[in-house]
């Protein structure tokens, strides 16, 4: 019986020196804050003994690490992205190590459709891996008022343009060669018949046309939000 209860004690001595030596009570040391991207809902980063936690609502910036298409992919798609620098507190804390690499799923692709709707690709940032190979589970979403990611305004723009000019030219041409037929004098007025008319039927067209798929560079980045707290765990000491 003796030997028994002088087991349990140095058992007891045992798990109670690991705990110490492990600090496995978890307690917050300070709160800091994180250098807001654009469409942050808070900066909030809680510090503990055991871990950094980067609060839901913060947003951070993740580049393609390849060049992505979207008529290419489909739905249960993984795709990888990176953190190419690395992410402190404003009080100096690191929080993320460079080179970091994030791992999202299409959960979703909408296609280009008519009158003009680009393409919109839904994604879950679902995995951070830290350069140590350390997998981390992550929720976070792209940062649009949608959660999707989709062609910005300056390419449709440039698209509605191209279409517009395009026929304004077939347009002048055709103006021109009316104006020939009866009367050379009369090019004034087949230009002034002929632009307009095209550019309109131009503009007409690039509008009830389907869409553009979306496509990134490597490199191209994205602003993505936390959907939840983000926990990067210390290593024990």
Not at 228 to 236: A, G, R
Request: proline share 4%; hydrophobic share 40%.
């Amino acid at each position: 019986m003796k030997k028994i209860l002088l087991l349990l004690c140095i058992i007891s001595i045992g798990c109670t020196r690991f705990a110490d030596t492990c600090n496995c009570q978890e307690e917050i040391i300070s709160k800091e804050h994180m250098f807001c991207e654009k469409g942050a809902i808070t900066n909030q980063v809680v510090i503990t003994n055991l871990r950094n936690i980067i609060c839901k609502g913060n947003a951070l910036k993740v580049v393609f690490n390849e060049k992505f298409k979207s008529e290419c992919v489909k739905a249960g798609d993984r795709v990888n992205f990176s953190i190419p620098e690395a992410i402190y507190t404003q009080e100096g804390t690191l929080i993320i190590p460079a080179c970091s690499k994030v791992v999202a799923t299409v959960i979703k692709i909408e296609k280009p459709r008519i009158p003009n709707k680009n393409a919109r690709v839904y994604f879950n940032f679902e995995c951070l891996i830290l350069p140590d190979g350390t997998a981390i589970s992550m929720s976070a979403r792209p940062k649009s008022k949608d959660s999707s990611l989709k062609e910005n305004g300056w390419h449709t723009a440039g698209k509605l343009t191209a279409w517009t000019l395009g026929l304004g030219i077939v347009g002048a041409g055709a103006g021109t060669g009316f104006a020939f037929i009866p009367n050379p004098a009369k090019l004034g007025v087949g230009y002034a018949i002929g632009i307009p008319v095209g550019t309109s039927v131009g503009l007409i067209t690039g509008l009830i046309t389907p869409g553009l798929n979306y496509h990134a560079k490597a490199g191209e980045a994205v602003i993505i939000i936390l959907c939840e707290d983000l926990c990067v765990n210390k290593q024990c000491s």
